[in-house]
């Protein structure tokens, strides 16, 4: 009985160790995310999965929608469903609205597979060398991050707690859709 116990043991303690040091990666754990709202967005640049890099500081104007995620992350997996509509949706696709879903160190064929299995068509950047979660002090996946037009933070989301979240999430993208872009005329009464 002690022999079947330890393998289970060991592949728990491996797994929680795994997902502390992918998850816990704040330079300094008092630092979060969060610590970084109304201030500017670090600049990063990432390749999508085809190869392409894309850098944030060429969505000024835009609202990104930056989400921390990987395909063995279960609250990740619960989230991405919202993701999709998001990244989906015309209307704010129309406005302004960009979305970028982070891969957190995982291959490029574990992501394509996780992608077509799911039918998830949103926008991959790989970070294989942490630069997106060292800049944004990333401690926990999922984390949701809202740039807005004028290149500041708006709102940071760490977690995912179903319709709730969703929500919460959908009020901080259109809050930061309806302000305008910078250097845009504003009538004033």
Same mark, same amino acid.
């Given at each position: ?37 109304? =201030? $500017?967005?670090? %600049?990063?640049? !990432? +390749? ?7 850098? *944030?500081? /060429?969505? @000024? ?46 291959? =490029? $064929?574990?992501? %394509?597979?996780? !992608? +077509? ?7 991959? *950047?790989? /970070?294989? @060398? ?60």
């Amino acid at each position: 009985m002690k022999v079947a116990l330890f393998p289970i043991a060991a592949v728990v303690a491996m797994s929680a160790a795994g997902f502390l040091a992918q998850g816990t990666l704040a330079a300094n754990p008092m630092e979060e995310t969060a610590s970084l709202k109304g =201030k $500017p967005a670090p %600049e990063i640049a !990432l +390749k999508t999965l085809d190869g392409n890099e894309v850098k *944030l500081s /060429d969505m @000024k104007g835009k609202v990104v929608l930056i989400d921390a995620w990987a395909t063995w992350c279960p609250p990740c997996r619960e989230s991405l469903p919202h993701v999709q509509k998001l990244s989906a949706d015309q209307h704010l696709q129309d406005k302004g609205l960009v979305v970028w879903a982070v891969d957190l160190k995982e291959d =490029k $064929p574990t992501i %394509e597979k996780f !992608l +077509k299995d799911n039918h998830y068509t949103f926008t991959v *950047l790989r /970070d294989d @060398k942490d630069l997106m979660h060292k800049s944004y002090l990333v401690s926990g996946i999922p984390t949701t991050i809202i740039v807005g037009r004028d290149g500041t933070v708006k709102e940071t989301f760490l977690g995912y707690g179903g319709e709730k979240s969703a929500q919460a999430i959908d009020d901080a993208v259109h809050k930061a859709l309806a302000e305008p872009a910078p250097g845009a005329n504003v009538a004033t009464e």
